[in-house]
């Protein structure tokens, strides 16, 4: 009984976690968002029935409510693919934020991971992930979205994306230094055998 009412505060407090993502105060949202954010990676499923919410508040204009929400939808995301998958729009605007890289980042990190659940959601994703790579190449950021990209290649992409993927990576796996050669490598490398 005490377990269930400990799950039933829970499942109210996010509640009004939620709801804190549309006060008008910029410092009230961001407090929330990062609330929020710690939730989802310790039980993303307290926050299921609030996905339109958090796609809704990709439009705020604070970039650390965007970045946290983007990473507690990158969490649910391997249990919530179809919902999280109408952030896509929001990420996709997230991710040329001229000015917070960290913003850039979350979205590159959150579209990998909605691009590795199925072959027609890497097709989706990889355009803007390709337009990523070279927009950001070397930045303090890249060594992140490499990493992430490897998660991406290991996912279930398709053979068209793999095989556009490999091309992308292909110099920099052979010519490049230091970690970025060594990431490259890493992604060519589980991305070669699917672009077969």
């Known amino acids: 009984m005490a377990e269930e009412n400990n799950k039933t ?4 407090g996010v509640a009004a ?14 407090e929330v968002s990062q609330d929020i954010a710690a939730v989802a990676a310790k039980d993303p499923s307290l926050l299921a029935g609030h996905i339109d919410a958090l796609v809704d508040a990709l439009d705020r204009p604070e970039a650390q409510t965007r970045w946290e929400v983007l990473d507690a939808l990158s969490t649910m995301t391997d249990a919530y693919a179809d919902q999280v998958s109408a952030a896509f729009d929001g990420a996709e605007a997230s991710l040329f934020d001229d000015d917070s890289a960290t913003v850039r980042l979350a979205a590159f990190l959150f579209l990998c991971r909605l691009g590795a659940t199925s072959p027609a959601r890497s097709d989706e994703v990889w355009p803007l992930l ?5 927009c950001y190449h070397g930045d303090a950021e890249y060594r992140d979205m490499l990493e992430g990209l490897l998660a991406f290649a290991g996912g279930d992409i398709s053979k068209k994306t793999a095989k556009e993927l490999v091309s992308r990576v292909k110099f920099d796996a052979e010519s490049g230094n230091g970690y970025i050669k060594q990431f490259s490598g890493d992604i060519l490398s589980v991305t070669k055998s699917k672009a077969k």
Do not use: T, Y
């Open 9 to 12: 505060m829970s499942a109210a």
């Open 17 to 30: 976690l939620i709801d804190g993502l549309s006060a008008s105060s910029r410092r009230h949202r961001q």
């Open 130 to 134: 390709d337009e990523a790579i070279q």
